[in-house]
């Protein structure tokens, strides 16, 4: 290719470059060389080749191969009869071949590129959509490196129980990698970097390979339990040109309908439920669909029984008179039957922990109680890293999709509970709601103290907020540590208003986790909002570029303590054991000096911001300013000085 160019960037870059050097030799001391050497060294030296230094601007010369399609475009003719809407990146050489074939032969539709500064943005996006949808985003990472930055996300996808759909390049054949990147980027076998907490991968050998995987990666990830998936693309397979594309064929998906529990086994549970005294349901990961919730109603009304959410997904509406999630602790003690749905940790949840001074636990639940489970727990376990909680002795274990096996049970209620029955059932539903509405006032009553107080209570964070989205179509797509005041004080009663915490606990999920939300949240037009943790948000701030470069409506208020305040806490805790004070517990703990301005951070992404707010008078117009952002469709934040919790 020629070095020469028209263009008038590359002159002036060529005059500045040639300026600088002979200005630079002429304040050097040397001595004078004569005109015949000089000659001799010019000759020499054009002999030398010289760096192009305008080459990497160009375009490249045409394509000497004329190649008019690849292994990437057949790649992408698979993924749009898989009904990806979105594909979350970070740009990679290692899958330069489909990226490419997406944006020109797929025309950046289904699956359109959304373009991420961190592949753990790019699954915790994917995360949070999922939830949402109800179906997954893929996401593409750059070979070892890049699924070393992904992992975590994937981690806490896994643990949270949601089909993400990864795929990452890789250069197989050893002979066929460039020196240098292509090396220490490639592997012989990579997804096993993360196989422990993935539910299946595969690297297909042939576009015909791909596409039986591609299509089997979606209907693994969609079936319950479901989970997180992995392809590892070969560059070459990527790129090449199809040797015999009539040869090659999609199979067709037939997802699987998800298993219901055995009806024997259901049955008994049913005649246990019925016949006791104080029954209680927990729940935590249930609702799967838009269904779940209402099919949960009908059946806790039947039974008018306590139902305890751990709010896994939005699995029970927070103003219905049989919610007693905050009083967990009263409505276990008294329980004589417990049904735990689709629960991930039923021990913690049952039994009460301390790890001051002594670790130490016991059982809030009474002697006798029976225990019954269903759910898909303990069809799919891995065996490394332990998400499944401590072991739980159980009377009745049934396997089955929660959501898919409850309208049997409710049928069979309905079908046990004759009269007499049902009016000791209907005396113990007043009972309960009369427990729901004093919790409700208690709640009400508490967040009050300090309301006018700087920093701003945690409290009158969410309730001037609520304040601000109660009339409109809301979803509270992420929510700091701990912050249990909107399931305290707002009324959920939509299965979208809700959307589930990390699953792993890793920090850096909730900022891009709920931007993913907020993506499937905006062609229905409902805000999204996220309580953001400032600790959290200092992970990935480059959420904050993804969210106003793809228009993602969203506002994240910021719950900016200025520490990592649990630690801190822990901090304190192990500070006092010793008997040592805790004024050195800032240390390691705390995000000051100098205090971070989310404000100023998110307008440099382009970002609508206010903030930093300390006053509370000033913390509602401000709200009420960037809601009217959010609802002309762009990406928001306030940045709140708040307590620590």
């Known amino acids: ?83 990806i809407d979105y594909i979350a990146i970070n740009c990679a050489s290692s899958f330069r071949g489909i990226h490419e074939a997406i944006i020109n032969y797929g025309q950046n539709v289904k699956p359109e590129i959304l373009t991420c500064p961190h592949e753990e943005i ?71 970097l993360v196989r422990d907490f993935v539910k299946w991968d595969d690297q297909p050998a042939s576009l ?40 090659l064929r999609i199979p067709r998906l037939t997802t699987v309908t998800p298993p219901a529990g055995d009806p024997v086994a259901i049955a008994e549970a049913v005649k246990l439920l019925v016949a006791a005294e104080n029954p209680v349901v927990v729940v935590d990961r249930y609702a799967r669909t838009s269904a ?35 009083r967990r602790a009263a409505v276990v003690g008294q329980a004589d039957v417990i049904l735990a749905i689709e629960m991930n940790d039923l021990w913690g949840t049952i039994n009460s922990f301390a790890d001051r001074i002594v670790r130490s636990s016991r059982p809030i639940f009474k002697p006798g109680t029976k225990i019954v489970t269903l759910g898909t727990r303990d069809l799919y376990l891995k065996a490394n890293y332990q998400d499944f909680g401590r072991f739980q002795d159980v009377d009745l274990a049934i396997a089955g999709d929660g959501e898919a096996s409850l309208p049997a049970l409710t049928d069979q209620v309905k079908r046990l509970a004759d009269a007499s029955r049902r009016s000791a059932l209907e005396t113990r539903g007043k009972r309960l709601a ?30 001037e907020l609520w304040a601000q989205i109660k009339d409109e179509d809301w979803s509270l797509v992420g929510n700091g540590i701990r912050i249990l005041w909107p399931q305290r004080l707002w009324k959920f009663d939509k299965p979208y208003q809700w959307n589930g915490g ?21 062609r229905h037009g409902r805000i999204s909002i996220a309580i953001q943790g400032d600790g959290d948000l ?41 008997g040592r004070g805790i004024t050195n517990a800032h240390i390691g703990t ?46 928001a934040l306030v940045d709140v000085v708040t307590d620590p919790r």
């Open 1 to 83: 290719m020629s070095t020469k160019s028209s263009d008038p960037r590359v002159a002036s870059r060529r005059h500045f470059l040639k300026s600088a050097t002979l200005t630079g030799a002429a304040a050097l001391a040397s001595p004078v060389v004569p005109v015949a050497q000089q000659s001799q060294e010019k000759a020499s030296a054009r002999s030398v080749p010289q760096p192009n230094l305008a080459a990497e601007t160009q375009p490249p010369a045409a394509d000497p191969v004329n190649q008019t399609s690849s292994g990437g475009d057949f790649m992408v003719d698979v993924l749009k009869t898989l009904d």
């Open 122 to 192: 790019a699954v915790s996006m994917a995360q949070g959509y999922a939830k949402i949808e109800g179906r997954p985003m893929a996401m593409m990472c750059h070979g070892v490196v890049g699924l070393q930055h992904a992992s975590m996300a994937l981690y806490n996808a896994w643990c949270d129980r949601v089909p993400v759909y990864v795929m990452i390049g890789n250069i197989v054949e050893a002979d066929k990698r460039a020196p240098g990147a292509e090396w220490v980027h490639s592997a012989i076998d990579p997804a096993a």
């Open 208 to 247: 015909q390979h791909f596409a039986e995987s591609a299509v089997r990666a979606y209907k693994i990830a969609m079936t319950p339990p479901m989970a997180p998936v992995l392809l590892s693309l070969d560059a070459e397979l990527q790129e090449n040109p199809i040797p015999d594309r009539g040869r």
């Open 292 to 326: 779940g919730m209402a099919r949960l109603v009908e059946f806790a009304e039947a039974l008018q029984c306590a139902v305890v959410d751990q709010a896994g997904r939005m699995n029970f509406p927070s103003r219905h008179p049989l919610n007693q999630t905050f």
């Open 434 to 463: 009369d427990l729901h509405q004093a919790t409700r006032e208690q709640a009400r009553a508490e967040a009050t103290l300090g309301w006018d107080s700087s920093p701003i209570t945690t409290a009158r964070l969410c309730a």
């Open 502 to 522: 990390a699953g792993g606990a890793g920090i850096g999920y909730n900022a891009p986790a709920s931007a993913g939300a907020a993506l499937a949240n905006k």
């Open 538 to 578: 200092m992970f990935v701030p480059g959420t904050l570029w993804t969210a106003a470069h793809h228009r993602i409506p969203i506002l994240y208020v910021v719950h900016n303590n200025r520490a990592y305040h649990q630690e801190y806490m822990y901090l304190q805790a192990m500070a006092a054991r010793h």
């Open 590 to 635: 705390t995000l000051t000096d100098p205090n971070v301005d989310y404000a100023a951070v998110s307008k440099g992404f382009g970002v609508y911001a206010e903030g930093p707010i300390t006053d509370p008078k000033d913390l509602g117009p401000a709200l009420k300013r960037a809601v009217a952002v959010v609802k002309r469709g762009e990406p």
